[in-house]
């Protein structure tokens, strides 16, 4: 089973920031970077999934967590690489995280129901054998990781023939989409708070605290994405528990049995958005041409 409350604290750890090699444009060091999320997937995903087991579970984290952070970067690339390439290359990244985030969403259940159940034994046991029939079905009967292996490594040839336009100005401007489609996530999901929206706002809260950690904004603007991404990530967990829960109630001990679960979740759920709602205000209160100039990007390409 994957580690899960543990792994954000890990992943807060793993983001290297960008430096600039002699004579290196910023557009080349975000490819660079790109190269080398994806050369690291492609060293997880050497591994035979299909026998599942922990090291397995681990191997999916880290290989999502590596196209993730490649997708992220490449945001910042778009206008340099234009719309089509940019489609292209985020499609692929996207496609070939979709059923390990199944199998990941299937991995946090159980610790999930732990800070909202604790004594809920039977149907964390429910929720456990549930996991091993996703991981079975992902790993092994639809070979997920050798699909992903696929994905990577044509990604890695195709990198290699990008055509860049523009220099640091075109970062700068990608810059200013990642926080403006956030500020529309945060609209959005405050006007109408359905999961949908609010996963689409964590997505989106996910690509600019990568951004900030690539560009070295430690300070506060980078622990605010952070914490936003944590809230709405447990959010998330919490909304994919009781779909499973109430899409199939006697697999989990009948709807009598959920019934005061359900609660409980929707109540701490409540309360993460709260909470979400304040940080995200706080951390989209400035028009986007106002962020990218005090995150300082032409700066610090200098």
């Not at 984290?61 to 985020?90: C, M, P, W």
């Not at 985030?101 to 732990?114: G, H, Y």
């Not at 205000?281 to 100039?293: N, T």
């Amino acid at each position: 089973m994957l580690p899960q409350k543990s792994h954000r604290a890990a992943a807060r750890k793993s983001f290297v920031a960008l430096a600039l090699r002699t004579h290196e444009s910023l557009p080349h060091a975000l490819v660079r970077s790109i190269q080398s999320e994806i050369e690291k997937a492609l060293e997880r995903l050497g591994y035979d999934g299909r026998r599942g087991g922990r090291r397995a579970s681990k191997a999916v984290h880290e290989v999502r967590k590596h196209f993730k952070i490649a997708r992220g970067t490449l945001q910042l690339l778009r206008n340099s690489l234009g719309d089509d390439v940019y489609r292209e290359e985020s499609c692929c990244f996207r496609d070939a995280s979709r059923p390990l985030a199944i199998l990941r969403d299937a991995s946090v259940l159980p610790e999930t129901l732990d800070e909202v159940a604790p004594k809920s034994m039977a149907i964390r046991d429910a929720l456990l054998a549930n996991e091993k029939e996703v991981m079975r079905r992902v790993l092994h009967d639809e070979r997920a990781f050798a699909a992903a292996r696929e994905v990577a490594a044509a990604a890695l040839i195709r990198l290699q023939t990008w055509a860049l336009e523009g220099g640091v100005v075109t970062v700068e401007e990608g810059v200013q989409r990642v926080y403006r489609s956030g500020r529309r996530a945060l609209a959005l999901a405050k006007t109408a708070p359905t999961s949908e929206n609010l996963h689409g706002w964590r997505k989106r809260a996910q690509y600019l605290r990568r951004v900030l950690e690539l560009l070295a904004r430690s300070g506060g603007l980078a622990r605010k994405a952070r914490e936003l991404s944590r809230l709405l990530g447990d959010d998330h967990d919490l909304a994919v528990l009781r779909q499973i829960l109430a899409l199939d109630p006697q697999r989990y001990g009948g709807q009598e049995a959920i019934e005061p679960l359900l609660e409980a979740i929707e109540r701490r759920r409540a309360n993460l958005q709260e909470q979400a709602f304040v940080v995200g205000r706080r951390l989209y209160r400035d028009p986007p041409k106002r962020f990218a100039r005090r995150l300082g990007v032409r700066r610090r390409a200098a």
